[in-house]
């Protein structure tokens, strides 16, 4: 049985879904104003190895992961950039499904998309100030209470007398407690009409939290699986969700609550203020797609993931062996769920989703078909990857990716060297195809020669 660790009961428990055989997952996404960085990366592709193992086992799974497009944020950029707020979520949506499509990741099953979602965001609030949980503040703004919430802080942990004690005198006039968070900003008078709605209670915007309880509402039911995001989630937005969702419909919000880790940089937080910021595209400059994807999924989803030059070059050459061991190989992608590997693949995924240990499966595969060359150990090392979303390109082809090495030699340029080497070993100069053997050896290529001639790849 699949077991999770569940944040809200801080144990891995059983997974029994609320309707047999089916999945209902959500996920927060990103707020398009910038582009993507390696936290988002390790969203994106953590919870779509989720998917991709509850599927593999059998479930009908609803993926939904949200897009926030209006925020304060966004308001500020687009007006930086003088452009209107759509022509700027829109750009950088683009270049978010370039980045997950690079790193592999599925599509969700629905992409909602907070500005279509206002009128439910609004039905909401509606509920929420009719159960006595939202209020009109002094400024216009209508907040949620806090207190009124009992539950509040059972995601968390975090007790409601302990957040006060912390907390500093709030600037905005009209909370009824500084706790007390904002479900829909009034507008400003000079706020154009692409960033507000007509509303109850004026013209505004909805809050950010509110807008994740109304999608996921909406598109999953009031009641559902299994809720995702990045740690940094955990408190308040998550925390706030609950609030307002049981809050509004007087029932459970989700059952099992999933936060993958931190992305540290050399062992620190990643930070913009430290100059330690990475996007994925600075990222895939330098390194393979695939090779990224592995690197995050070879660390457990719990765990800090810590990104350094050295631990992507370790991943790279770690993925290198696992392709290797794929050449000259010409295998679907299948599984035998019957056979030991297999078991032990499906051991280490059922436990919360361990995939360090399943990604040592694939490498004692490996490590079996360096020996034997059996096509049945090659299809199975290929059809479990698969379920990762890995070693599912041509070997030759990974073993020859990448961006240009550090002596600048592309492709077309080292197969021109190679032929020159042939052509001097038929010649017999045998020195000069030793020369550009070392010369290429020092660009990184490895020239590996067999009864098929001479191939290379990437060291």
Same mark, same amino acid.
């Given at each position: 049985?699949?077991?999770?660790?569940?944040?809200?009961?801080r144990?891995?428990?059983?997974?029994?879904?609320?309707?047999?055989?089916?999945?209902?997952?959500?996920?927060?996404?990103?707020?398009?104003?910038?582009?993507?960085?390696?936290?988002?990366?390790?969203?994106?592709?953590?919870?779509d190895?989720?998917?991709?193992?509850l599927?593999?086992?059998?479930?009908?799974?609803?993926?939904?992961?949200?897009?926030?497009?209006?925020?304060?944020?966004?308001?500020?950029?687009?007006?930086?950039?003088?452009?209107?707020?759509?022509?700027?979520?829109?750009?950088?949506?683009?270049?978010?499904?370039?980045?997950?499509?690079?790193?592999?990741?599925?599509?969700?099953?629905?992409e909602?998309?907070?500005?279509?979602?206002?009128?439910?965001?609004?039905?909401?609030?509606?509920?929420?100030?009719?159960?006595?949980?939202?209020?009109l503040?002094?400024?216009?703004?209508?907040?949620?209470?806090?207190?009124?919430?009992?539950?509040?802080?059972?995601?968390?942990?975090? /007790?409601?007398?302990?957040?006060?004690? &912390? +907390?500093?005198? #709030?600037?905005m006039? =009209?909370? !009824? @407690?500084?706790l007390?968070?904002?479900?829909?900003?009034?507008?400003?008078?000079?706020?154009?009409?692409?960033?507000?709605?007509?509303?109850?209670?004026g013209?505004?915007?909805?809050?950010?939290?509110?807008?994740?309880s /109304?999608?996921?509402?909406?598109?999953? &039911? +009031?009641?559902? #699986?299994?809720?995702? =995001?990045? !740690? @940094?989630?955990?408190?308040?937005?998550?925390?706030?969700?609950?609030?307002?969702?049981?809050?509004?419909?007087?029932k459970?919000?989700?059952?099992?609550?999933?936060?993958?880790?931190?992305?540290?940089?050399?062992?620190?937080?990643?930070?913009k203020?430290?100059?330690?910021?990475?996007?994925?595209?600075?990222?895939?400059?330098?390194?393979?797609?695939?090779?990224?994807?592995?690197?995050?999924?070879?660390?457990?989803?719990?765990?800090?993931?810590?990104?350094?030059?050295?631990?992507?070059?370790?991943?790279?050459?770690a993925?290198?062996?696992?392709?290797?061991?794929?050449?000259?190989?010409?295998?679907?992608?299948?599984?035998?769920?019957?056979?030991?590997?297999?078991?032990?693949?499906?051991?280490?995924?059922?436990?919360?989703?361990?995939?360090?240990?399943?990604?040592?499966?694939?490498?004692?595969?490996?490590?079996?078909?360096?020996?034997?060359?059996?096509?049945?150990?090659?299809?199975?090392?290929k059809?479990?990857?698969?379920?990762?979303?890995?070693?599912q390109?041509?070997?030759?082809?990974?073993?020859?990716?990448?961006?240009?090495?550090?002596?600048g030699?592309?492709?077309t340029?080292?197969?021109?060297?190679?032929?020159?080497?042939?052509?001097?070993?038929k010649?017999?100069n045998?020195?000069?195809?030793?020369?550009?053997?070392?010369?290429?050896?020092?660009?990184?290529?490895?020239?590996?020669?067999g009864?098929?001639?001479?191939?290379?790849?990437?060291?």
């Amino acid at each position: 049985m699949l077991k999770i660790y569940n944040s809200l009961t801080r144990s891995v428990q059983d997974f029994i879904p609320i309707e047999p055989g089916k999945v209902r997952l959500y996920v927060c996404g990103m707020t398009v104003y910038d582009f993507c960085h390696l936290g988002h990366g390790r969203v994106m592709v953590v919870f779509d190895m989720v998917t991709r193992w509850l599927r593999a086992s059998g479930y009908h799974v609803i993926y939904v992961r949200n897009i926030t497009d209006i925020d304060d944020k966004i308001i500020k950029r687009a007006a930086e950039n003088g452009e209107t707020v759509r022509a700027l979520t829109d750009r950088f949506i683009g270049f978010m499904h370039e980045d997950s499509a690079a790193l592999g990741v599925l599509p969700p099953d629905h992409e909602p998309r907070a500005t279509e979602f206002v009128p439910q965001m609004l039905d909401l609030i509606g509920r929420l100030e009719q159960n006595g949980y939202a209020y009109l503040a002094g400024n216009h703004d209508v907040c949620y209470s806090v207190r009124r919430f009992s539950g509040y802080g059972k995601l968390s942990g975090k /007790a409601l007398e302990d957040l006060r004690a &912390g +907390e500093r005198v #709030d600037v905005m006039e =009209g909370k !009824q @407690d500084p706790l007390d968070f904002v479900l829909w900003k009034h507008a400003k008078p000079e706020e154009s009409a692409e960033v507000k709605w007509e509303s109850a209670w004026g013209s505004g915007r909805p809050g950010w939290h509110i807008e994740c309880s /109304a999608m996921s509402s909406q598109l999953l &039911g +009031e009641h559902f #699986d299994i809720h995702g =995001g990045g !740690q @940094d989630l955990q408190f308040p937005h998550h925390e706030n969700e609950i609030a307002q969702s049981e809050g509004a419909h007087g029932k459970t919000f989700v059952n099992y609550w999933m936060h993958n880790g931190f992305v540290r940089v050399d062992d620190e937080k990643m930070s913009k203020s430290l100059g330690n910021f990475f996007t994925l595209r600075e990222i895939l400059k330098k390194y393979d797609a695939e090779v990224v994807r592995f690197f995050i999924l070879r660390a457990h989803y719990r765990s800090p993931l810590n990104y350094s030059d050295g631990h992507l070059d370790d991943a790279r050459a770690a993925l290198t062996r696992l392709y290797t061991a794929l050449k000259g190989f010409a295998v679907q992608s299948v599984v035998d769920w019957d056979e030991a590997y297999a078991c032990r693949f499906r051991n280490a995924m059922d436990d919360d989703f361990a995939t360090p240990e399943a990604v040592a499966v694939l490498f004692d595969i490996a490590n079996d078909l360096n020996r034997s060359k059996d096509a049945k150990l090659a299809a199975q090392l290929k059809g479990l990857a698969g379920v990762l979303g890995l070693l599912q390109r041509d070997p030759v082809e990974f073993l020859q990716a990448g961006p240009a090495d550090a002596a600048g030699l592309r492709t077309t340029e080292i197969d021109k060297k190679v032929g020159a080497r042939n052509m001097a070993k038929k010649a017999k100069n045998f020195a000069e195809a030793d020369r550009i053997r070392d010369e290429l050896k020092a660009a990184g290529i490895v020239l590996e020669d067999g009864p098929q001639g001479t191939t290379w790849r990437r060291g």
